[in-house]
Nanobody, 126 residues
């Protein structure tokens, strides 16, 4: 079982930056991929970014490529999402998610992730 807890959301003006963090429980953090997803009001949950267990491979949705950066610190059991040049359309609840421990595949669909955090609200004002 993996427990996830996000932090770092808030209100920011368009063009600003935020960094989200997601702390994971357990001692096998480096063995599974992590992802960030978001759900905007009235929309389905969508993929934002994912990172392999080692941190050597990263993937991004086209809508955030070049503005967002996913990273991880395996010594701290934490994954980050640095969000720059934020736009009002980035407003959403952001969720971190974990693949099953020991699974090396980096998924980009929500059904490929077994563990989810409670979400953190990001609001970008125009």
């Amino acid at each position: 079982q993996v427990h996830l807890a996000e932090s770092g959301g808030g209100l920011v003006q368009a063009g600003g930056s935020l960094r989200l963090s997601c702390a994971a429980s357990g001692r096998t953090f480096s063995t599974y991929a992590m992802g960030w997803f978001r759900r905007a009001p009235g929309k389905d949950r969508e993929f934002v970014a994912a990172i392999s267990g080692s941190g050597g491979s990263t993937y991004y949705a086209d809508s955030v490529k070049g503005r967002f950066t996913i990273s991880r610190d395996n010594a701290k059991n934490t994954v980050y999402l640095q969000m720059n040049s934020l736009k009002p359309e980035d407003t959403a609840v952001y969720y971190c998610a974990a693949r099953p421990p020991g699974s090396w595949y980096v998924g980009r669909s929500s059904y490929e992730y077994d563990y989810w955090g409670q979400g953190t609200q990001v609001t970008v004002s125009s």
